[in-house]
């Protein structure tokens, strides 16, 4: 894939706050992209620098090998869908749809409306298009505003939380359809939102933010797996975290962790790089395990206590206390036929692998 949009030393400034800090960000043709982080992290921002509806302080923004310096946000190849839709209630599903289309004089009617025909089978919305907007769920008005933004056939479609005010059941059935329409029209995607488990399904690259900083850019997998710092860490998914010594470095790094005694890890588990001395080690719940009666593991293993249950059908969540840690150990175990769910006050044993740990300076 080659780069379509190329950011360099982005900054912008209102007033004395510091709202997007040396951007330095490249995202190719056809790739679905997303900015992560909590509210106020300048994620939104970025995406309407993208856009053109922000100027930048510093720094050049490039669209398809173009500087976007003083092209306004109407001659940019972007379109926009907004968080509230924008979708307009007094017309028709058809009309909303066109409504980017009234302006173009090199298609007549006809085209006009087959090309809106078009868009709203695009998005399985197929004969709504006599349908007042007004009547339409959340999740069609949202498919609307896909359609009336992808009949211009822009280059970057950029989407603001678009899927937020969906519930739980109708944003994952969305999330699946943008992905498969994405992969469809073969456009560059750009997402904002602050949901961590919508950026690892959808995305081929996530670029998470705090306070104007891109913390850490890369794969769904390698940013779950391999997060270059505790922030980060802490925001993708959930973790343990424990203390940990250093003892020493080279291909292999040699650690003695809080709990758990002394391993040996590979250099890549420390993403960041690590030196000798004190550090943290991250754990995901998934990768412990709790050993029930009659099964056997070749892993390490370490004492325990069942701390706190919660169940949630398919998964209970354990807090398991081991000695000489201070915080409990979450730990997620699935649900299995014949597999009981332990009660508070259980003794039990914690399965663990020195290859999920993670080196955090």
Not at 54 to 77: C, F, L, Q, Y
């Amino acid at each position: 894939m080659t780069d379509l949009i190329s950011l360099t030393n982005v900054n912008k400034y209102y007033g004395d706050y510091h709202a997007l800090r040396n951007i330095d960000l490249t995202i190719k043709t056809g790739e679905f992209f997303s900015l992560l982080g909590p509210s106020g992290c300048g994620k939104t921002t970025l995406l309407r620098t993208i856009a053109g509806f922000e100027g930048v302080s510093e720094g050049v923004v490039m669209i398809g090998g173009k500087n976007m310096a003083g092209v306004p946000a109407n001659m940019r190849p972007t379109n926009m869908v907004f968080q509230s839709y924008a979708i307009f209630p007094h017309l028709t599903v058809a009309e909303n749809v066109a409504f980017g289309l009234r302006k173009n004089k090199q298609m007549d009617k006809l085209q006009k409306s087959e090309a809106v025909d078009q868009a709203l089978e695009m998005v399985g919305l197929k004969g709504f298009g006599d349908r007042q907007a007004h009547a339409l769920s959340g999740g069609q008005r949202q498919r609307v505003a896909l359609a009336r933004a992808l009949i211009l056939k822009p280059k970057v479609l950029l989407l603001d939380e678009p899927l937020s005010a969906l519930d739980k059941k109708m944003r994952e059935q969305m999330q699946v359809e943008l992905m498969r329409l994405q992969r469809h029209v073969g456009i560059t995607f750009i997402l904002v939102t602050h949901d961590q488990e919508e950026a690892l399904v959808m995305s081929d690259r996530i670029a998470v933010m705090f306070d104007g900083e891109i913390g850490q850019m890369d794969d769904p997998e390698t940013l779950y797996r391999r997060p270059n710092s505790r922030r980060v860490a802490e925001f993708i998914g959930k973790m343990n975290f424990l203390d940990a010594d250093v003892k020493s470095v080279s291909d292999q790094i040699t650690v003695d962790v809080a709990g758990l005694g002394t391993c040996t890890v590979n250099a890549e588990q420390a993403p960041s790089g690590i030196d000798t001395g004190k550090a943290a080690v991250g754990i995901r719940p998934e990768t412990l395990a709790i050993l029930f009666d009659g099964e056997k593991t070749e892993r390490e293993t370490i004492a325990g206590v069942v701390d706190e249950v919660v169940y949630y059908g398919d998964m209970t969540y354990y807090d398991v206390r081991i000695a000489g840690v201070d915080n409990t150990l979450n730990i997620a175990m699935k649900n299995l036929i014949g597999r009981p769910v332990l009660d508070v006050g259980a003794q039990t044993t914690v399965v663990w692998d020195a290859r999920s740990l993670v080196l955090l300076p």
